[in-house]
């Protein structure tokens, strides 16, 4: 896979607004790219992107409309 120039949890600890506001729709669809097809290392950098997809929705939601089948925000039943 190749590097590509986004900001990402494996560069930073922090998700901070000014990472979030460096997004366009140009690098949401790397992002949700690397995350549909799941080719991580380590499954910790795939929760890092999700991590980073989830921010974004929440703070940029004009970006991530197309990929919120990649957040699983789905209530759900324990019992």
Known sequence: M???NLISI???QQITP???YAFDEEKVA???KK???DDYPTPFEGLGDWHLLRALAIHRP???RPY?????QEPF???
Do not use: C, F
Request: no cysteine; aromatic share 0%.
């Open 68 to 72: 919120l089948h990649l957040i699983d």
């Open 10 to 12: 494996k560069n930073s």
């Open 18 to 20: 000014e990472k979030l």
């Open 62 to 64: 004009e970006l991530t």
């Open 2 to 4: 190749q590097e590509s």
């Open 30 to 32: 790397v992002l949700a």
């Open 35 to 37: 995350l549909e097809e």
């Open 77 to 79: 039943d324990e019992d």
